[in-house]
């Protein structure tokens, strides 16, 4: 356990060469994989990239880096480290063993949780696909590609549990995982948010943060779960999971400062003239993949997701934390809603309210990158802030699905919203003028005009390390 086998053609550290079927079936999926990579995965030549491999899952030193040629990652299946006696932290489950096998009553909702996870996977990595034209920097591009070759990884993962434990329903799922394609016609991806374009690198940097942060959160739920291969799966992805956020977080930090830079600079809010993105441009992008994001989390009441509790599947953001009963069948919590044309708390039975407790979490996590930001504007000597638009802003799933909410949570009707939407949302202007800062810096230790140079490089190289060669 713990050291993961680079000789077998399928890495993995959950003993595939023990189980002939399942590494047959994995080793005829693999060159499906490798070609939906080819196809779909990045899209810009290059020679070799540095890189992070896993190459075991124990706390420290899990990873190797090296300049890798990115057909030539090895994907693999790690799971964490057993813990001999877990149990079920929750539900009504609470207190019995954790399950090796998947129980016959819940296989289809686990198989189900675990699709619409795995399908998020593969899905960023096609809306990725075309950012390498136009990286601002080449350590930039290299997150990028760390970024896919780990999303790559992470619908390993998954495919792994649907190949290992749901039969042939679940070869059958894996399969369909690599044939829906994000924002295609006839098979999009499972979730809206993942078929959105990511047109530019400022869109990549709020994904990063908004939408990988949803990631963050789900997997947090899963990592929770009675059946213990799934929460093993998950606590791993989500150590991986980690410098996605950091991409993300830092990416903007870079934009945030280089605006405040040019605004004092030049003492001026417009900075478009001098290659720098507006602070209205950078909200704009904020809001909407903010929003986005929040759909991810589903209606605020399900009974469904009650349901998923109960039954010890899915647990809450750091269960173990949580100082309830961890069952909650007697607990009520208050949950927004419209009512009456006014937007009110509503009391609801805590257990049908998960997905508006994650929700929470996740709200308080955005809060803290937006604080981040506002402390470099002022330390620049800006007075602007960014904020974070209210929950109900730009929905379209959930309580305020039907509702026309501004991003300072008054109702308005559907025209005074429409009409305001270019100051809230990215116009074909915004997108247009970001799309003409976007051009790519190759030469090491260069970087584009409209963003800042990171602090720190990778793995204690400096900024103008070559991370990637070109082909
Ligand atoms: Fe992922
Ligand atoms: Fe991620």
């Known amino acids: 356990m713990g050291l993961i086998d680079y000789r077998e053609r399928i890495p993995n550290n959950v003993g595939l060469s023990d189980d002939r079927r399942l590494q047959r079936a994995l080793e005829s999926w693999q060159p499906k994989f490798l070609s939906w990579w080819g196809e779909m995965g990045p899209a810009l030549p290059t020679r070799d990239v540095y890189l992070r491999t896993a190459v075991s899952v124990q706390r420290d030193g899990w990873a190797d880096f090296g300049h890798v040629a990115l057909p030539e990652y090895r994907w693999g299946i790690f799971l964490s ?3 001999g006696d877990r149990t079920i932290g929750f539900g009504r489950h609470k207190g019995e063993p954790v399950w090796q096998q998947v ?28 950012l390498g034209a136009t990286a601002p920097s080449l350590y930039d591009l290299r997150n990028l590609f760390q970024v896919n070759v780990e999303e790559g990884r992470h619908l390993w993962a998954m495919v792994y549990l649907l190949h290992a434990y749901f039969g042939r329903d679940g070869r059958e799922e894996a399969e369909s995982l690599l044939l829906r394609n994000s924002g295609s016609e006839d098979a999009p991806r499972i979730l809206g948010a993942f078929n959105e374009p990511t047109p530019d690198w400022l869109a990549f940097f709020m994904f990063t943060y908004f939408t990988d942060r949803d990631g963050k ?12 291969p799934l929460a093993r799966t998950c606590d791993f992805m989500l150590k991986e999971e980690a410098h996605h956020m950091m991409v993300g977080t830092t990416g903007i930090d870079r934009v945030v400062a280089r605006t405040a830079e040019l605004m004092r600079e030049h003492d001026t809010d417009d900075i478009a003239p001098y290659g720098g993105i507006p602070l209205g441009v950078v909200q704009r992008y904020l809001n909407f993949h903010y929003s986005v994001s929040l759909d991810l989390f589903g209606s605020e009441t399900s009974t469904n997701v009650a349901n998923y509790f109960t039954n010890g599947l899915k647990g809450r953001w750091q ?28 009391d ?62 008054t109702l308005l009707s559907a025209a005074a919203w429409e009409a305001r939407r270019a100051a809230w949302l990215p116009s074909d202007e915004d997108m247009a003028f970001v799309a003409s800062l976007m051009r790519p810096v190759y030469e090491p230790g260069r970087i584009a005009s409209w963003v800042a140079p990171p602090r720190q490089g990778i793995n204690g190289h400096p900024f103008a390390y070559e991370y990637v060669h070109l082909a």
């Open 81 to 83: 480290e057993r813990a």
């Open 103 to 130: 129980p016959g009553e819940h296989r289809a909702e686990l198989q189900r949780l675990i699709v619409v996870q795995g399908d998020t996977e593969p899905a960023s990595v096609e809306q990725q696909r075309h």
């Open 217 to 228: 959160y789900q997997l947090g739920t899963l990592k929770e779960s009675a059946f213990d």
């Open 319 to 346: 269960e173990q934390r949580r100082k309830d009963d961890h069952v909650l069948t007697e607990d009520h919590v208050a949950v927004d809603a419209v009512v009456d044309g006014h937007i009110a708390a509503v």
């Open 348 to 409: 609801s039975a805590a257990l049908v309210a998960l997905n508006h407790d994650l929700r929470g979490e996740y709200t308080a996590d955005c809060r803290g990158g937006v604080t981040r930001w506002n402390r470099i504007l002022a330390d620049h000597g800006a007075d602007a802030v960014l904020t974070l638009p209210h929950h109900g802003f730009n929905r379209s799933v959930g309580a305020f699905a039907a509702h026309h909410v501004a991003p300072d949570g």
